[in-house]
């Protein structure tokens, strides 16, 4: 990847954070907790879930995979990670300060990364293979999926329209 292709890259991730907030205006407290009926995530629990990935999965993968000779590194389980934090309880406007932070510091140090340090490798549970350069990407990717996610929610509490989210093959 280029310097130009990075750079539009992380200008895309660092907009995530707004993108997200700006969704959330105009919800009720009772909206965001209201998830569409299936086991599909509420407002709240998608912003704790994107808060808590990149602290404890992104920043951690970038932190490791620079500082450690081919890290294994393993799966954000973000499903029981949820059930067990009680997102749907939590406070909305903490979980998007906490994403807008760490999205804010991950993007600063990749910005920082040497262009001989995006090739260092890592290994990760149900991925296999990676270098740091699929980090963003990844991260990307992982966005577009939750963003699907809320718009398709948003349909459904602002106006009755059907659930359906569509599914990715987005890997955390």
């Known amino acids: 990847m280029n310097r130009r292709e990075l750079e539009s890259l992380l200008l895309t991730l ?14 009720t407290p009772a909206q965001v907790r209201q998830g569409p009926g299936n086991s ?22 970038i932190r490791r995979i620079l500082s450690e000779d081919v890290p294994s590194l393993s799966d954000f389980e973000g499903e029981r ?20 932070a760490a999205r804010e510091r991950n993007v600063a140090k ?21 270098t740091l350069e699929d980090l963003p990407r990844m991260m990307a990717s992982h966005d577009r999926s939750h963003t699907a996610e809320i718009a398709a929610l948003l349909g459904f509490l602002r ?8 599914q990715s093959s987005a890997v955390a």
């Open 14 to 27: 660092e907009s995530t954070p707004a993108l997200v907030a700006r969704a959330a205006q105009g919800l």
């Open 81 to 100: 990670i949820a059930r067990e934090r009680c997102y749907r309880r939590r406070d909305l406007a903490e979980g998007l300060a906490a994403f807008a």
């Open 159 to 166: 106006e009755g329209r059907p659930y359906r989210a569509r």
């Open 110 to 130: 990749l910005r920082s990364v040497r262009h001989s340090d995006w090739g260092r490798r890592a290994a990760q549970d149900g991925i296999g293979a990676l």
């Open 40 to 61: 599909a995530f509420s407002f709240v629990e998608h912003v704790w879930h994107l808060a808590d990935i990149e602290r404890e999965g992104y920043g951690v993968r």
